[in-house]
Protein backbone atom coordinates (compact mmCIF):
# COMPACT_ATOMS: atom_id res chain seq x y z
CA UNK A 1 0.00 0.00 0.00
CA UNK A 2 1.19 3.67 -1.08
CA UNK A 3 2.10 5.75 1.83
CA UNK A 4 -0.08 8.44 0.01
CA UNK A 5 -3.32 5.66 0.29
CA UNK A 6 -2.17 4.83 4.21
CA UNK A 7 -2.55 8.71 4.96
CA UNK A 8 -5.74 9.13 3.16
CA UNK A 9 -7.49 5.90 4.97
CA UNK A 10 -5.90 6.92 8.76
CA UNK A 11 -7.26 10.74 7.72
CA UNK A 12 -11.10 9.40 6.79
CA UNK A 13 -10.87 7.02 9.95
CA UNK A 14 -9.81 10.45 12.26
CA UNK A 15 -12.73 12.35 10.53
CA UNK A 16 -15.52 9.75 10.44
CA UNK A 17 -18.74 10.17 12.54
CA UNK A 18 -19.62 6.52 12.60
CA UNK A 19 -17.45 4.11 14.49
CA UNK A 20 -18.84 1.09 12.82
CA UNK A 21 -17.24 2.27 9.52
CA UNK A 22 -14.54 3.91 11.43
CA UNK A 23 -13.58 -0.09 12.68
CA UNK A 24 -14.47 -1.43 9.39
CA UNK A 25 -11.63 0.87 7.70
CA UNK A 26 -9.40 -0.21 10.63
CA UNK A 27 -9.65 -3.98 9.68
CA UNK A 28 -8.82 -3.66 6.76
CA UNK A 29 -5.83 -1.56 7.32
CA UNK A 30 -4.71 -4.62 9.87
CA UNK A 31 -5.21 -7.26 7.87
CA UNK A 32 -2.74 -5.79 5.38
CA UNK A 33 -3.20 -8.91 2.62
CA UNK A 34 -3.38 -8.07 -0.43
CA UNK A 35 -7.03 -8.67 -0.58
CA UNK A 36 -7.44 -5.68 1.78
CA UNK A 37 -5.33 -3.51 0.01
CA UNK A 38 -6.75 -3.81 -3.49
CA UNK A 39 -10.28 -3.46 -0.91
CA UNK A 40 -9.21 0.08 0.44
CA UNK A 41 -7.79 1.17 -3.14
CA UNK A 42 -11.41 0.86 -4.22
CA UNK A 43 -13.01 2.43 -1.28
CA UNK A 44 -10.63 5.16 -1.80
CA UNK A 45 -10.11 5.69 -5.97
CA UNK A 46 -12.10 9.29 -5.33
CA UNK A 47 -14.98 10.35 -3.92
CA UNK A 48 -18.43 8.78 -4.37
CA UNK A 49 -19.64 11.86 -7.39
CA UNK A 50 -22.98 13.81 -6.81
CA UNK A 51 -24.69 14.52 -9.76
CA UNK A 52 -28.16 14.69 -11.51
CA UNK A 53 -29.12 11.54 -9.67
CA UNK A 54 -27.59 12.66 -6.03
CA UNK A 55 -25.21 9.92 -5.14
CA UNK A 56 -25.58 6.23 -5.21
CA UNK A 57 -23.23 3.49 -4.31
CA UNK A 58 -21.92 0.25 -1.95
CA UNK A 59 -22.55 1.20 1.45
CA UNK A 60 -19.31 0.99 2.99
CA UNK A 61 -16.61 3.17 4.71
CA UNK A 62 -14.54 4.91 2.59
CA UNK A 63 -14.87 8.17 0.11
CA UNK A 64 -16.40 6.06 -2.61
CA UNK A 65 -19.11 4.59 -0.82
CA UNK A 66 -21.91 5.30 0.79
CA UNK A 67 -22.00 6.04 4.44
CA UNK A 68 -22.86 8.79 7.18
CA UNK A 69 -19.43 10.59 6.71
CA UNK A 70 -20.58 10.87 2.97
CA UNK A 71 -24.18 11.86 3.15
CA UNK A 72 -23.35 14.49 5.88
CA UNK A 73 -20.98 15.78 3.70
CA UNK A 74 -23.74 16.19 0.62
CA UNK A 75 -26.18 17.19 3.41
CA UNK A 76 -23.86 19.87 4.44
CA UNK A 77 -23.60 21.35 0.51
CA UNK A 78 -27.09 21.14 -0.04
CA UNK A 79 -27.83 23.10 2.76
CA UNK A 80 -25.23 26.21 1.89
CA UNK A 81 -26.32 26.00 -1.59
CA UNK A 82 -30.09 26.31 -0.23
CA UNK A 83 -29.39 29.16 2.21
CA UNK A 84 -26.74 31.05 0.18
CA UNK A 85 -29.78 31.69 -1.58
CA UNK A 86 -33.13 31.66 0.17
CA UNK A 87 -34.02 32.67 3.69
CA UNK A 88 -34.66 29.12 6.07
CA UNK A 89 -35.24 27.18 3.30
CA UNK A 90 -37.83 24.49 3.57
CA UNK A 91 -36.55 20.84 2.64
CA UNK A 92 -38.36 17.64 3.33
CA UNK A 93 -36.59 14.65 4.33
CA UNK A 94 -37.74 10.92 3.06
CA UNK A 95 -36.34 7.21 3.08
CA UNK A 96 -36.92 3.99 1.83
CA UNK A 97 -35.95 0.72 4.31
CA UNK A 98 -32.26 -0.07 2.89
CA UNK A 99 -29.56 -0.76 5.37
CA UNK A 100 -28.38 2.56 6.18
CA UNK A 101 -31.80 4.75 5.37
CA UNK A 102 -32.75 5.28 8.89
CA UNK A 103 -29.07 7.01 10.10
CA UNK A 104 -28.68 8.53 6.46
CA UNK A 105 -32.06 10.61 6.55
CA UNK A 106 -31.11 11.33 10.15
CA UNK A 107 -27.98 12.90 9.69
CA UNK A 108 -29.62 14.65 6.55
CA UNK A 109 -32.42 16.33 9.52
CA UNK A 110 -29.47 17.01 12.09
CA UNK A 111 -27.03 18.71 9.25
CA UNK A 112 -29.72 20.54 7.44
CA UNK A 113 -31.63 22.13 10.50
CA UNK A 114 -27.91 23.02 12.03
CA UNK A 115 -27.36 24.93 8.48
CA UNK A 116 -30.37 27.31 9.16
CA UNK A 117 -33.14 25.21 7.24
CA UNK A 118 -36.54 24.14 8.21
CA UNK A 119 -36.56 20.59 7.95
CA UNK A 120 -39.44 18.39 7.67
CA UNK A 121 -39.30 14.55 8.10
CA UNK A 122 -41.25 11.63 6.61
CA UNK A 123 -42.83 9.79 9.29
CA UNK A 124 -40.93 6.49 8.48
CA UNK A 125 -39.75 4.23 5.20
CA UNK A 126 -42.63 5.54 2.53
CA UNK A 127 -42.10 5.65 -1.52
CA UNK A 128 -40.22 8.06 -3.78
CA UNK A 129 -43.35 9.10 -4.95
CA UNK A 130 -44.53 10.14 -1.70
CA UNK A 131 -41.23 12.71 -1.17
CA UNK A 132 -42.11 13.89 -4.23
CA UNK A 133 -45.76 15.02 -4.02
CA UNK A 134 -44.56 16.52 -0.59
CA UNK A 135 -41.91 18.51 -2.00
CA UNK A 136 -45.13 20.14 -3.98
CA UNK A 137 -47.62 20.12 -1.45
CA UNK A 138 -45.47 21.65 1.75
CA UNK A 139 -43.99 23.91 -0.85
CA UNK A 140 -40.70 22.82 -0.13
CA UNK A 141 -37.40 24.51 -1.72
CA UNK A 142 -36.09 21.04 -1.81
CA UNK A 143 -36.03 17.48 -1.04
CA UNK A 144 -33.74 14.49 -0.67
CA UNK A 145 -34.85 10.96 -0.67
CA UNK A 146 -32.83 8.63 0.99
CA UNK A 147 -33.15 5.51 -1.45
CA UNK A 148 -31.08 3.28 -4.05
CA UNK A 149 -34.39 2.54 -5.92
CA UNK A 150 -33.76 -0.99 -7.31
CA UNK A 151 -30.18 -1.13 -7.34
CA UNK A 152 -28.66 -4.19 -5.60
CA UNK A 153 -28.99 -4.93 -1.68
CA UNK A 154 -25.19 -4.09 -1.16
CA UNK A 155 -26.62 -0.04 -2.62
CA UNK A 156 -27.96 2.78 -1.31
CA UNK A 157 -28.52 6.41 -2.85
CA UNK A 158 -29.33 9.89 -2.03
CA UNK A 159 -31.81 11.86 -4.72
CA UNK A 160 -32.41 15.93 -4.41
CA UNK A 161 -35.68 17.58 -5.71
CA UNK A 162 -35.90 21.03 -5.92
CA UNK A 163 -39.51 23.28 -5.45
CA UNK A 164 -40.84 26.32 -4.00
CA UNK A 165 -38.08 29.26 -4.56
CA UNK A 166 -35.45 26.82 -5.61
CA UNK A 167 -37.41 25.97 -9.44
CA UNK A 168 -39.69 27.03 -11.93
CA UNK A 169 -43.53 25.66 -12.43
CA UNK A 170 -42.44 22.84 -14.26
CA UNK A 171 -39.11 22.00 -11.92
CA UNK A 172 -41.05 21.69 -8.86
CA UNK A 173 -40.98 18.20 -7.16
CA UNK A 174 -38.54 17.17 -9.94
CA UNK A 175 -34.95 16.07 -9.66
CA UNK A 176 -31.99 18.23 -9.97
CA UNK A 177 -30.34 19.02 -13.38
CA UNK A 178 -27.06 21.08 -14.48
CA UNK A 179 -25.54 23.29 -13.32
CA UNK A 180 -27.58 22.93 -9.67
CA UNK A 181 -25.88 19.50 -9.68
CA UNK A 182 -22.37 21.23 -10.19
CA UNK A 183 -23.08 23.97 -7.88
CA UNK A 184 -23.87 21.58 -5.21
CA UNK A 185 -21.09 19.53 -5.81
CA UNK A 186 -18.76 22.51 -5.13
CA UNK A 187 -20.36 22.99 -1.73
CA UNK A 188 -19.88 19.23 -0.82
CA UNK A 189 -16.01 19.53 -1.83
CA UNK A 190 -16.09 22.44 -0.08
CA UNK A 191 -17.40 21.39 3.48
CA UNK A 192 -14.39 21.15 6.25
CA UNK A 193 -13.67 18.17 9.30
CA UNK A 194 -16.89 16.86 9.78
CA UNK A 195 -15.35 17.06 13.78
CA UNK A 196 -16.30 21.31 12.99
CA UNK A 197 -19.70 20.38 11.21
CA UNK A 198 -22.76 21.90 12.74
CA UNK A 199 -25.39 18.86 13.89
CA UNK A 200 -28.40 19.58 15.53
CA UNK A 201 -29.69 17.61 18.43
CA UNK A 202 -33.69 18.29 17.37
CA UNK A 203 -35.62 21.28 15.75
CA UNK A 204 -37.08 19.54 12.69
CA UNK A 205 -40.06 18.15 12.66
CA UNK A 206 -41.52 14.49 11.64
CA UNK A 207 -44.61 14.48 10.31
CA UNK A 208 -47.54 12.36 10.84
CA UNK A 209 -49.06 10.01 8.92
CA UNK A 210 -51.59 13.02 7.68
CA UNK A 211 -48.80 13.11 4.27
CA UNK A 212 -49.48 9.36 3.21
CA UNK A 213 -53.79 10.52 3.34
CA UNK A 214 -53.08 13.46 1.51
CA UNK A 215 -50.83 11.84 -1.02
CA UNK A 216 -53.46 9.19 -1.18
CA UNK A 217 -55.91 11.51 -1.58
CA UNK A 218 -54.69 13.58 -4.46
CA UNK A 219 -53.84 10.62 -6.35
CA UNK A 220 -56.96 8.83 -5.95
CA UNK A 221 -58.84 11.64 -7.12
CA UNK A 222 -56.30 12.50 -9.99
CA UNK A 223 -56.70 9.07 -11.46
CA UNK A 224 -60.14 7.77 -11.50
CA UNK A 225 -60.78 4.36 -13.00
CA UNK A 226 -62.74 3.26 -15.56
CA UNK A 227 -66.33 1.43 -14.18
CA UNK A 228 -66.31 -2.18 -15.21
CA UNK A 229 -65.98 -5.77 -13.73
CA UNK A 230 -63.24 -5.62 -10.78
CA UNK A 231 -60.49 -7.33 -11.55
CA UNK A 232 -58.55 -10.18 -9.52
CA UNK A 233 -55.30 -8.16 -8.78
CA UNK A 234 -51.75 -9.77 -7.47
CA UNK A 235 -49.15 -7.15 -6.29
CA UNK A 236 -45.67 -7.37 -5.44
CA UNK A 237 -43.92 -4.49 -3.92
CA UNK A 238 -40.25 -6.38 -4.28
CA UNK A 239 -39.43 -6.25 -0.59
CA UNK A 240 -39.94 -2.10 -0.74
CA UNK A 241 -41.83 0.15 0.76
CA UNK A 242 -44.39 0.21 -1.50
CA UNK A 243 -46.94 -2.56 -0.79
CA UNK A 244 -49.10 -0.44 2.00
CA UNK A 245 -49.33 2.78 0.23
CA UNK A 246 -50.23 0.63 -3.00
CA UNK A 247 -52.98 -1.73 -1.52
CA UNK A 248 -54.74 1.21 0.34
CA UNK A 249 -54.81 2.79 -3.37
CA UNK A 250 -56.32 0.34 -4.95
CA UNK A 251 -58.82 0.41 -2.15
CA UNK A 252 -59.82 3.31 -2.03
CA UNK A 253 -60.36 3.13 -6.23
CA UNK A 254 -62.59 0.23 -5.73
CA UNK A 255 -60.30 -2.78 -6.24
CA UNK A 256 -60.79 -5.30 -3.43
CA UNK A 257 -59.96 -8.70 -4.97
CA UNK A 258 -56.44 -8.56 -4.59
CA UNK A 259 -53.52 -10.64 -3.74
CA UNK A 260 -50.00 -9.31 -2.71
CA UNK A 261 -47.32 -11.98 -2.59
CA UNK A 262 -46.85 -12.55 1.31
CA UNK A 263 -43.31 -13.05 1.31
CA UNK A 264 -42.16 -9.62 -0.96
CA UNK A 265 -44.48 -7.62 0.89
CA UNK A 266 -42.78 -6.81 3.93
CA UNK A 267 -39.52 -4.69 4.02
CA UNK A 268 -36.52 -6.21 4.14
CA UNK A 269 -33.42 -4.60 3.00
CA UNK A 270 -31.37 -7.72 2.36
CA UNK A 271 -34.09 -8.60 -0.74
CA UNK A 272 -34.06 -12.43 -0.16
CA UNK A 273 -36.06 -13.35 -2.69
CA UNK A 274 -34.48 -11.60 -5.81
CA UNK A 275 -30.94 -11.43 -6.56
CA UNK A 276 -31.98 -7.73 -8.25
CA UNK A 277 -35.40 -5.83 -7.26
CA UNK A 278 -36.01 -4.79 -10.34
CA UNK A 279 -39.42 -5.99 -12.05
CA UNK A 280 -37.59 -5.57 -14.98
CA UNK A 281 -34.92 -8.14 -14.03
CA UNK A 282 -35.30 -12.38 -15.59
CA UNK A 283 -37.12 -13.96 -12.54
CA UNK A 284 -38.17 -10.99 -10.91
CA UNK A 285 -41.62 -11.32 -11.52
CA UNK A 286 -41.81 -15.42 -10.54
CA UNK A 287 -43.42 -15.27 -7.49
CA UNK A 288 -45.75 -12.70 -8.61
CA UNK A 289 -46.45 -14.78 -11.87
CA UNK A 290 -46.81 -17.83 -9.72
CA UNK A 291 -49.23 -16.67 -7.35
CA UNK A 292 -51.44 -15.06 -10.18
CA UNK A 293 -52.22 -18.92 -11.56
CA UNK A 294 -52.92 -20.23 -8.40
CA UNK A 295 -55.94 -17.44 -7.91
CA UNK A 296 -56.72 -16.88 -11.58
CA UNK A 297 -55.67 -13.26 -11.67
CA UNK A 298 -56.32 -11.18 -14.57
CA UNK A 299 -53.33 -9.17 -14.02
CA UNK A 300 -50.13 -8.85 -12.31
CA UNK A 301 -48.83 -5.34 -10.66
CA UNK A 302 -45.16 -4.72 -9.55
CA UNK A 303 -43.69 -1.86 -7.33
CA UNK A 304 -39.94 -1.78 -6.91
CA UNK A 305 -38.54 -1.36 -3.95
CA UNK A 306 -39.02 2.53 -3.82
CA UNK A 307 -42.14 2.30 -5.64
CA UNK A 308 -41.68 4.85 -8.24
CA UNK A 309 -41.56 1.98 -10.73
CA UNK A 310 -44.73 0.22 -12.32
CA UNK A 311 -44.03 -3.21 -14.44
CA UNK A 312 -47.36 -5.31 -15.79
CA UNK A 313 -48.20 -9.01 -16.57
CA UNK A 314 -51.05 -10.05 -17.87
CA UNK A 315 -52.20 -13.95 -18.25
CA UNK A 316 -52.16 -14.97 -21.88
CA UNK A 317 -52.58 -18.37 -23.92
CA UNK A 318 -49.23 -19.74 -22.95
CA UNK A 319 -49.06 -18.07 -19.86
CA UNK A 320 -48.68 -14.88 -17.81
CA UNK A 321 -46.11 -12.54 -20.42
CA UNK A 322 -44.58 -9.49 -18.83
CA UNK A 323 -45.36 -6.14 -20.76
CA UNK A 324 -41.85 -4.01 -21.80
CA UNK A 325 -41.55 -0.64 -20.44
CA UNK A 326 -42.53 0.72 -24.15
CA UNK A 327 -45.41 -1.41 -24.41
CA UNK A 328 -47.32 -0.28 -21.23
CA UNK A 329 -46.02 3.48 -22.17
CA UNK A 330 -47.70 3.30 -24.91
CA UNK A 331 -51.30 1.98 -23.68
CA UNK A 332 -50.85 4.39 -21.15
CA UNK A 333 -50.31 7.17 -23.22
CA UNK A 334 -53.25 6.09 -25.68
CA UNK A 335 -55.41 6.06 -22.23
CA UNK A 336 -54.34 9.69 -21.89
CA UNK A 337 -53.91 11.01 -25.52
CA UNK A 338 -56.34 13.99 -26.44
CA UNK A 339 -56.19 16.77 -28.14
CA UNK A 340 -54.61 19.31 -27.15
CA UNK A 341 -52.72 16.81 -24.49
CA UNK A 342 -48.65 16.68 -24.44
CA UNK A 343 -47.03 13.30 -24.29
CA UNK A 344 -43.44 12.74 -23.71
CA UNK A 345 -41.32 10.12 -23.70
CA UNK A 346 -37.31 9.87 -23.77
CA UNK A 347 -35.32 9.88 -26.41
CA UNK A 348 -34.12 6.33 -25.72
CA UNK A 349 -38.12 4.93 -25.69
CA UNK A 350 -40.52 3.73 -28.75
CA UNK A 351 -41.29 5.78 -31.23
CA UNK A 352 -44.96 4.71 -30.85
CA UNK A 353 -45.68 7.57 -28.14
CA UNK A 354 -45.31 9.83 -31.37
CA UNK A 355 -47.91 8.29 -33.86
CA UNK A 356 -50.41 8.13 -31.01
CA UNK A 357 -50.24 11.95 -30.57
CA UNK A 358 -50.06 12.21 -34.34
CA UNK A 359 -53.28 10.60 -34.39
CA UNK A 360 -55.16 12.04 -31.67
CA UNK A 361 -54.29 15.60 -31.85
CA UNK A 362 -52.03 15.72 -28.67
CA UNK A 363 -48.43 17.00 -28.70
CA UNK A 364 -45.30 15.12 -28.38
CA UNK A 365 -42.14 16.07 -26.72
CA UNK A 366 -38.96 13.84 -26.94
CA UNK A 367 -36.95 14.54 -23.88
CA UNK A 368 -33.27 13.57 -22.41
CA UNK A 369 -33.27 9.96 -20.44
CA UNK A 370 -34.55 10.43 -17.05
CA UNK A 371 -37.52 12.57 -15.25
CA UNK A 372 -35.49 15.16 -14.01
CA UNK A 373 -36.15 16.07 -17.96
CA UNK A 374 -39.24 14.19 -18.62
CA UNK A 375 -41.35 15.84 -15.79
CA UNK A 376 -39.58 19.35 -16.94
CA UNK A 377 -41.83 19.38 -20.09
CA UNK A 378 -44.28 22.21 -19.80
CA UNK A 379 -48.12 21.58 -19.77
CA UNK A 380 -47.27 17.82 -19.14
CA UNK A 381 -50.25 15.54 -19.48
CA UNK A 382 -48.46 11.91 -19.61
CA UNK A 383 -44.53 11.38 -19.33
CA UNK A 384 -43.01 7.80 -19.61
CA UNK A 385 -39.47 6.19 -20.19
CA UNK A 386 -38.89 2.84 -21.19
CA UNK A 387 -36.93 1.65 -17.48
CA UNK A 388 -40.81 1.43 -16.37
CA UNK A 389 -41.43 4.82 -15.19
CA UNK A 390 -44.60 6.53 -15.60
CA UNK A 391 -46.18 9.95 -14.57
CA UNK A 392 -49.74 9.57 -15.18
CA UNK A 393 -50.85 12.84 -12.25
CA UNK A 394 -48.06 15.65 -12.80
CA UNK A 395 -49.91 17.92 -10.90
CA UNK A 396 -49.78 15.73 -8.17
CA UNK A 397 -46.16 13.75 -8.57
CA UNK A 398 -44.06 15.67 -11.24
CA UNK A 399 -42.28 12.58 -11.35
CA UNK A 400 -42.25 8.62 -12.39
CA UNK A 401 -44.74 6.95 -9.52
CA UNK A 402 -45.84 3.08 -9.43
CA UNK A 403 -48.91 4.05 -7.23
CA UNK A 404 -50.76 5.88 -9.58
CA UNK A 405 -49.33 4.42 -12.95
CA UNK A 406 -50.87 1.07 -11.31
CA UNK A 407 -54.22 2.32 -10.23
CA UNK A 408 -54.32 3.61 -14.12
CA UNK A 409 -52.98 0.17 -15.27
CA UNK A 410 -55.80 -1.44 -12.89
CA UNK A 411 -59.00 0.67 -14.07
CA UNK A 412 -58.06 -0.12 -17.82
CA UNK A 413 -57.99 -3.91 -17.16
CA UNK A 414 -61.44 -3.53 -15.19
CA UNK A 415 -63.38 -1.78 -18.34
CA UNK A 416 -61.72 -4.02 -20.81
CA UNK A 417 -62.80 -7.36 -18.71
CA UNK A 418 -66.35 -5.79 -18.65
CA UNK A 419 -65.95 -5.95 -22.69
CA UNK A 420 -64.30 -9.33 -22.68
CA UNK A 421 -61.29 -7.90 -23.98
CA UNK A 422 -57.41 -7.56 -21.71
CA UNK A 423 -54.39 -5.64 -21.98
CA UNK A 424 -53.48 -8.09 -25.03
CA UNK A 425 -56.00 -6.82 -27.31
CA UNK A 426 -55.86 -3.52 -26.85
CA UNK A 427 -52.25 -3.56 -27.67
CA UNK A 428 -53.26 -5.25 -30.71
CA UNK A 429 -55.30 -2.22 -31.75
CA UNK A 430 -52.55 0.24 -31.24
CA UNK A 431 -50.36 -2.06 -33.45
CA UNK A 432 -53.26 -2.14 -36.62
CA UNK A 433 -53.56 1.81 -35.79
CA UNK A 434 -49.77 2.75 -35.58
CA UNK A 435 -47.55 0.15 -36.54
CA UNK A 436 -45.61 -2.56 -34.94
CA UNK A 437 -43.19 -1.62 -32.58
CA UNK A 438 -40.75 -3.63 -31.72
CA UNK A 439 -37.70 -2.97 -28.77
CA UNK A 440 -35.47 -5.00 -26.99
CA UNK A 441 -32.17 -3.63 -25.14
CA UNK A 442 -28.58 -4.71 -25.24
CA UNK A 443 -27.18 -4.46 -22.05
CA UNK A 444 -24.00 -4.66 -20.95
CA UNK A 445 -22.75 -4.36 -17.60
CA UNK A 446 -18.96 -4.02 -16.58
CA UNK A 447 -15.95 -4.00 -13.89
CA UNK A 448 -13.94 -1.61 -15.63
CA UNK A 449 -15.57 1.81 -16.22
CA UNK A 450 -13.20 2.98 -19.13
CA UNK A 451 -14.36 0.09 -21.43
CA UNK A 452 -17.57 2.39 -21.17
CA UNK A 453 -16.21 5.44 -22.71
CA UNK A 454 -13.84 3.10 -24.93
CA UNK A 455 -16.58 1.49 -26.38
CA UNK A 456 -18.68 5.23 -27.24
CA UNK A 457 -15.59 6.58 -28.53
CA UNK A 458 -15.14 3.09 -31.08
CA UNK A 459 -18.85 3.61 -32.00
CA UNK A 460 -17.76 7.57 -33.13
CA UNK A 461 -15.48 6.78 -35.28
CA UNK A 462 -16.56 3.43 -36.56
CA UNK A 463 -19.97 3.32 -36.47
CA UNK A 464 -21.22 0.15 -38.19
CA UNK A 465 -22.52 0.25 -41.85
CA UNK A 466 -25.60 -1.99 -41.08
CA UNK A 467 -27.84 -3.31 -38.70
CA UNK A 468 -30.14 -5.87 -39.31
CA UNK A 469 -29.32 -6.09 -42.63
CA UNK A 470 -30.37 -2.30 -43.41
CA UNK A 471 -27.67 0.03 -44.11
CA UNK A 472 -26.82 2.72 -41.80
CA UNK A 473 -28.40 5.95 -43.08
CA UNK A 474 -27.31 8.44 -40.16
CA UNK A 475 -25.26 8.36 -37.17
CA UNK A 476 -26.36 11.53 -34.82
CA UNK A 477 -24.15 12.35 -32.01
CA UNK A 478 -26.50 13.04 -29.25
CA UNK A 479 -23.37 15.27 -27.20
CA UNK A 480 -24.14 18.06 -29.93
CA UNK A 481 -27.58 18.78 -28.35
CA UNK A 482 -29.79 17.16 -30.90
CA UNK A 483 -33.79 17.83 -31.48
CA UNK A 484 -33.88 20.97 -29.08
CA UNK A 485 -32.33 18.75 -26.22
CA UNK A 486 -29.30 19.81 -24.26
CA UNK A 487 -25.95 17.55 -25.02
CA UNK A 488 -25.46 14.21 -23.58
CA UNK A 489 -22.95 11.23 -24.27
CA UNK A 490 -25.27 9.35 -26.69
CA UNK A 491 -25.39 7.83 -30.79
CA UNK A 492 -28.78 7.68 -32.25
CA UNK A 493 -28.27 5.65 -35.43
CA UNK A 494 -31.19 4.76 -38.17
CA UNK A 495 -30.71 2.49 -40.51
CA UNK A 496 -33.16 2.50 -44.24
CA UNK A 497 -36.10 0.48 -43.18
CA UNK A 498 -36.69 2.55 -40.28
CA UNK A 499 -34.60 0.54 -37.54
CA UNK A 500 -33.06 3.25 -34.83
CA UNK A 501 -30.81 2.56 -32.20
CA UNK A 502 -29.80 4.64 -29.61
CA UNK A 503 -26.62 3.49 -27.24
CA UNK A 504 -25.36 5.09 -24.15
CA UNK A 505 -23.51 5.13 -20.93
CA UNK A 506 -26.33 4.58 -17.64
CA UNK A 507 -25.94 7.11 -15.36
CA UNK A 508 -26.78 5.12 -12.18
CA UNK A 509 -25.12 1.76 -13.07
CA UNK A 510 -21.79 0.51 -15.10
CA UNK A 511 -23.68 -0.51 -17.59
CA UNK A 512 -23.68 0.39 -21.45
CA UNK A 513 -26.93 0.73 -22.59
CA UNK A 514 -28.18 0.05 -26.42
CA UNK A 515 -31.92 0.54 -26.84
CA UNK A 516 -32.85 -0.87 -30.53
CA UNK A 517 -36.05 -0.88 -32.10
CA UNK A 518 -38.00 -1.53 -35.35
CA UNK A 519 -40.80 -0.42 -36.96
CA UNK A 520 -43.63 -2.22 -39.37
CA UNK A 521 -46.48 -1.18 -40.89
CA UNK A 522 -49.47 -3.50 -40.86
CA UNK A 523 -51.25 -4.59 -43.93
CA UNK A 524 -54.01 -6.73 -42.49
CA UNK A 525 -51.78 -9.84 -41.01
CA UNK A 526 -50.53 -8.92 -37.60
CA UNK A 527 -48.95 -11.98 -36.75
CA UNK A 528 -46.83 -11.70 -40.13
CA UNK A 529 -46.13 -8.23 -39.59
CA UNK A 530 -44.98 -9.11 -35.62
CA UNK A 531 -42.94 -11.97 -37.12
CA UNK A 532 -41.08 -10.24 -39.30
CA UNK A 533 -40.48 -7.40 -37.09
CA UNK A 534 -39.11 -10.09 -34.76
CA UNK A 535 -36.56 -11.78 -36.89
CA UNK A 536 -35.58 -8.17 -38.00
CA UNK A 537 -34.78 -7.03 -34.40
CA UNK A 538 -32.87 -10.14 -33.73
CA UNK A 539 -31.03 -9.48 -36.41
CA UNK A 540 -30.42 -5.73 -35.06
CA UNK A 541 -29.41 -6.98 -31.11
CA UNK A 542 -26.76 -9.58 -32.74
CA UNK A 543 -24.99 -6.41 -34.70
CA UNK A 544 -25.09 -4.28 -31.80
CA UNK A 545 -23.47 -6.75 -29.73
CA UNK A 546 -21.16 -7.19 -32.08
CA UNK A 547 -20.84 -3.48 -32.37
CA UNK A 548 -20.31 -2.56 -29.28
CA UNK A 549 -17.22 -4.55 -28.54
CA UNK A 550 -17.91 -5.71 -25.05
CA UNK A 551 -20.62 -7.97 -25.18
Known amino acids: MSDELFDRVRAWIADDPDPRTRSELQALLDDGSAAARADLADRFRGPLEFGTAGLRGVVGAGEHRMNRAV ?53 GPLPTPVLAFAVRHLDADAGVMVTASHNPARDNGYKVYLGGRAAGPEGRGVQIVPPVDAGIAERIAAVGPLAGLPRAADGWTVLGPGIVEEYLSAVTAAVDPAPGRDPRVVVTAMHGVGNSVLLEALHRSGFTDVHPVPEQADPDPAFPTVPFPNPEEPGALDRAVALAERVGADVVLAVDPDADRCCVAVPGPGGFTQLSGDELGRVLGA ?33 LTGFKWIARVPDLTFGY ?13 RDKDGISASLLVAGIVRRELAAGRTLRDLLDDLDRLDGVHLTAPVTVRVEDLSLIPAAMARLRTDPPAHLGGSAVTSVEDLAEGLDGLPPTDGLRFRTADGTRVVVRPSGTEPKLKCYCEVVADVEGDLPGARRAARERLDGVLRDVRAATGLA
Open 335 to 367: ELARSGAVLACSVVSSQALRRVADRTGARFASA
Open 71 to 123: VQRAAAGLGAWLTARFDRPRVVVGLDARHGSREFADDSAAVLTAAGCEVLLLP
Open 385 to 397: EEAIGYCVAPEVV
